[in-house]
T-cell receptor, first 114, second 114 residues
Framework: EAAVTQSPRSKVAVTGGKVTLSCHQTNNHDYMYWYRQDTGHGLRLIHYSYVADSTEKGDIPDGYKASRPSQENFSLILELASLSQTAVYFC?????????????FGEGSKLTVL | GQQVKQSSPSLTVQEGGISILNCDYE??????FAWYKKYPDNSPTLLISVRSNVDKREDGRLTVFLNKSGKHFSLHITASQPEDTAVYLCAAAENQGGSAKLIFGEGTKLTVSS
């Protein structure tokens, strides 16, 4: 079964601090994604990647960086965390592009910025 | 603007009834349409998907109807059960080869009352 694990599962950060959310998949999938969930907005795509050492901007990339050092790992980096970045963040992977098959999601990382 | 929209934030259906969840989209290039289910504090999971070359797809109690001219697709759940209570997210993606951008709607919270 597909396995996507995120860490940390929950984090409290201070405004202006740096936050790194990590994602690891054991599916041997090429594609990985970072989404954020907010009430009333569903899931919005922040960054994605289809090959190691390369990342692409999604629909709401401002304030976020991404890193894909290997096929298995994909990180989301908030260099200067802000209150508006309080949300639940989901990582996902797929073996092909999003228009060809299922996305497998991790359990989510709840970030609270104070 | 919101490319994929679910206009009903919530829906309540009696046990045994038919749940109808609706989704509208703007982008003519979308050719992949999906419904994901999400329980509270859990990750989204794929329920059913269709491509633009079909108008309807059935899978057990689930049926997806696609109306391309109206830029609308819906999920029908027959014989609704309390365990169907969850948030349902519609999603769509373009045909861009390996397009990796799956765009989600805001979600509809379905409550099946017994």
């Amino acid at each position: 079964e597909a396995a996507v694990t995120q860490s940390p599962r929950s984090k409290v950060a201070v405004t202006g601090g740096k936050v790194t959310l990590s994602c690891h998949q054991t599916n041997n999938h090429d594609y990985m994604y970072w989404y954020r969930q907010d009430t009333g907005h569903g899931l919005r795509l922040i960054h994605y990647s289809y090959v190691a050492d390369s990342t692409e901007k999604g629909d709401i990339p401002d304030g976020y960086k991404a890193s894909r050092p290997s096929q298995e790992n994909f990180s989301l980096i908030l260099e200067l965390a802000s209150l508006s970045q309080t949300a639940v963040y989901f990582c996902a992977s797929s073996d092909a592009g999003a228009n060809t098959g299922q996305l497998y999601f991790g359990e989510g990382s709840k970030l609270t910025v104070l | 603007g919101q490319q994929v929209k679910q206009s009903s934030p919530s829906l309540t259906v009696q046990e045994g009834g038919i749940s109808i969840l609706n989704c509208d989209y703007e982008n003519d290039m979308f050719d992949y349409f999906a419904w994901y289910k999400k329980y509270p504090d859990n990750s989204p999971t794929l329920l059913i998907s269709v491509r633009s070359n079909v108008d309807k797809r059935e899978d057990g109690r689930l049926t997806v109807f696609l109306n391309k001219s109206g830029k609308h697709f819906s999920l029908h759940i027959t014989a609704s059960q309390p365990e169907d209570t969850a948030v349902y997210l519609c999603a769509a993606a373009e045909n861009q080869g390996g397009s990796a951008k799956l765009i989600f709607g805001e979600g509809t919270k379905l409550t099946v009352s017994s």
